[in-house]
């Protein structure tokens, strides 16, 4: 009897350790679940969140409103380029990359949590007002525009042709801001402007959308029947765009195989070198400068990037804008998407231009050139009864027939509006050294 009941007490205390063993155990799990809160935690105190908002409110509120205004909240607390987009909005982003569109012409972003004028669009409403690269847009409509999104601010600035919007403007270069007011229009993106001048091709890449590298090449066409021996790609002012078209376009001068960017992922193994492609052939050893400024982002410095790492092309201007990364549109069940930067990339040697820029070869700031002409110089010419040689008769011949024409008479223009080479500082600079490299016969690679 006495065994029976030692036996018993036995069971029952190791019973009452397991009880307590399982007790702690518990306890252990429930202040470590405190301590990490899951994901689905976090989703149900969103949901409480919601329910007290739709339930306590003041008024009678919009439920999907709420859901979209939470989404574009998540996004804000990423990086400058990834956002959310309404179904007006998305449809607005897809038609932009098409390169027709309704409103101002002016590509923005937000810097320094401003919104500001990454780059006017040439042939446009903000063009024509002057608006420039870094410009800051403060207020549209007499509205603040601060803590505004990419997408709000497309949304108010864009709208039915011929209706007009005002916008407050600080610029760095001004006392204080000024308003200027646009008419909207239906905006037509001619994609590439370009034109001849002595041998030298000049090609104008404005964005990088669907036409981009299809466009370019039938400029390139035309310029190789004038018999182009130089080029000058001018990428200044612009935004960018898709990534296939600027491997694309950087393949027109790369030959085939070349690495013309690499993207890292999150997860490393998804990394991705897009080469160049078997584009064209004629313009690989043609000697070339590319002109980049401020407003050159994104797609235009993966093209100025490779072009300078493989010392493809002379590098001029200012420094570029300094995007280095890859937005990726999601489509979402109701017709509105999320873009998202899902990786970094890099120039073929490397190198990470994220908030620095592509840094050029020959530094050239904008301006003008200013000419001054000496009257006080006396030439040989300028003497009474001197000898007239045989090279001042041809010119007096030339002279009289020509009607004393200029400078920009020997300009052939295709698709380009007017441009004087002598009121453009860093292009007389890119025309003057491609000028200096075919005089005397050197390429620059």
């Known amino acids: 009897m006495k065994n029976r009941f030692s036996k018993s007490f036995i069971i029952l205390g190791i019973g009452l350790i397991l009880v307590l063993g399982i007790f702690a155990l518990l306890k252990t799990k429930s202040v470590y679940a405190q301590k990490g809160i899951s994901k689905f935690q976090y989703l149900e105190i969103f949901s409480d969140a919601l329910d007290i908002v739709e339930r306590k409110y003041v008024e009678p509120i919009d439920t999907k409103k709420l859901i979209q205004g939470a989404i574009k909240g998540m996004l804000s607390e990423l990086d400058p380029h990834s956002n959310y987009m309404d179904e007006k909005a998305f449809e607005n ?124 090449s039938e400029a390139l066409d035309k310029l190789k029947k004038d018999g182009v021996k130089g080029l000058i790609l001018d990428l200044r002012n612009n935004p960018g765009g898709l990534l296939d078209e600027a491997v694309n376009v950087a393949s027109m001068f790369i030959k085939p195989g070349k690495t013309v960017v690499f993207t890292k992922e999150r997860n490393e193994k998804n990394n991705m070198y897009l080469k160049s492609k078997n584009m064209r052939v004629s313009e ?134 007017k441009i004087d080479f002598d009121k453009d500082l860093q292009l007389k600079y890119a025309y003057d050294f491609l000028k200096g490299i075919l005089i005397y016969g050197k390429k620059t690679n």
């Open 93 to 216: 982003f897809k038609t932009e990359i098409k390169g027709e569109f309704g409103g101002l012409g002016i590509t923005i972003g937000i810097k320094d949590k401003i919104l500001t004028i990454i780059a006017p669009i040439e042939d446009t409403p903000a063009y024509r007002a002057g608006l420039k690269a870094g410009d800051k847009i403060i207020k549209i409509d007499g509205k603040p525009t601060s803590n505004i999104t990419i997408d709000e601010a497309v949304n108010k600035l864009r709208g039915t042709p011929g209706t007009s919007v005002t916008i407050t403007i600080l610029r760095s270069s001004m006392p204080k801001p000024f308003d200027v007011t646009l008419v909207r229009e239906i905006i037509k993106v001619k994609t590439v402007k370009f034109m001849e001048k002595d041998d030298i091709g000049y090609l104008r890449l404005t964005q990088f959308n669907e036409s981009a590298s299809s466009e370019l």
């Open 284 to 417: 690989y050893e043609l000697p070339m400068v590319v002109l980049i400024n401020g407003g050159s982002a994104s797609a235009s410095e993966i093209v100025s990037g490779a072009l300078q790492d493989y010392k493809r092309a002379v590098i001029m201007g200012t420094t570029s804008f300094g995007k280095a990364s890859v937005q990726t549109t999601f489509n979402l069940s109701d017709g509105s998407a999320i873009k998202l930067t899902t990786a970094k990339y890099y120039t073929p040697s490397g190198r990470s231009i994220q908030g620095v820029g592509i840094k050029p070869d020959i530094e050239v700031k904008s301006g003008e050139i200013l000419y001054k002409e000496d009257n006080m110089n006396i030439k040989e010419s300028d003497l009474e009864n001197h000898l007239i040689g045989d090279e001042e008769k041809k010119n007096s011949i030339n002279n009289q027939a020509s009607d004393n024409k200029t400078i920009n008479d020997n300009i052939t223009l295709s698709d380009l509006d």
